[in-house]
């Protein structure tokens, strides 16, 4: 399975275009790339998918290098209600059947 | 989206008492669930994968004796926890990938057990 890597925490303020950068040099050619949103005391929620290049949809944008070994989910314009800890998650694994690992996520906090 | 829905959202039991947790796909048919458990200021780890008509995948370390999992239908995958105790306290959730199967998934709210 693709590990991943995330930095830790960020910070930002209210208006703000928040990227927040995820590592996956291991991934694999038939990866794609996921990224999830949780809130305490409430599962995890799909925010976006993408396999290269861009993607957007009505709450962020997935920005993926051509080598794919990183992936960069970029929020436009944060508002409080968008601190959360953030998850990015690389799959299906070589076995074909997907097994969903979460790595530590990064904590977001939107100041006022 | 595919909806997960789990029952009950909160618990509080008695040490040695048995807790049984509900993940129900409301929208799909869920040929395949994954049970996370989540402490405090800490990531999901993935517990076991339960899969329709057949026994769970436990992960490494997680006693299946412990953490019973049945799934029995296509829209209800239920985890036991047995004789807890106050170290099983925490936030447990399901998944499933929806009846596509495949990267994405689909999380249910969560379950809050406290066991005294």
């Known amino acids: 399975l693709a590990k991943t890597t995330q930095p830790i925490s960020m910070d930002s303020y209210e208006g703000q275009e928040v990227n927040i950068t995820c590592s996956h040099n291991?991934?694999?050619?038939?990866?794609?790339i996921t990224w999830y949103q949780q809130f305490p005391s409430q599962g995890p929620r799909f925010i976006i998918q993408?396999?290269?290049t861009k993607v957007t949809n009505e709450v962020a944008s997935l920005f993926i290098p051509a080598d794919r070994k990183s992936s960069t989910l970029s929020l436009p314009r944060v508002s409080l209600s968008d601190t959360a800890v953030y998850y990015c998650?690389?799959?299906?694994?070589?076995?074909?059947?997907?097994?969903?690992?979460f790595g530590r996520g990064t904590s977001l906090i939107v100041h006022p | 989206g595919a909806v997960v829905s789990q029952h009950p959202s909160r618990v509080i039991c008695k040490s040695g008492t048995s807790v049984k947790i509900e993940c129900r796909s409301l929208?799909?048919?869920?040929?395949?669930m994954f049970w996370y458990r989540q402490f405090p200021k800490q990531s999901l780890m993935l517990m076991a994968t339960?899969?329709?008509?057949?026994?769970?995948?436990?992960e490494q370390g997680v006693e299946k004796d412990k953490f019973l999992i049945n799934h029995a239908s296509l829209t209800l995958s239920t985890l036991t926890v047995t004789s807890a105790h106050p170290e099983d306290s925490s936030f447990y959730i399901c998944?499933?990938?929806?009846?596509?199967?495949?990267?994405?998934?689909?999380f249910g709210p969560g379950t809050r057990l406290l066991v005294l």
């Open positions: 998650l690389v799959g299906p694994d070589a076995g074909g059947s997907y097994i969903p690992t």
């Open positions: 291991n991934i694999a050619t038939n990866d794609y």
């Open positions: 993408g396999y290269k």
């Open positions: 929208d799909f048919q869920a040929t395949t």
């Open positions: 339960s899969n329709e008509g057949s026994k769970a995948t436990y």
């Open positions: 998944s499933s990938p929806g009846s596509a199967g495949g990267e994405t998934q689909y």
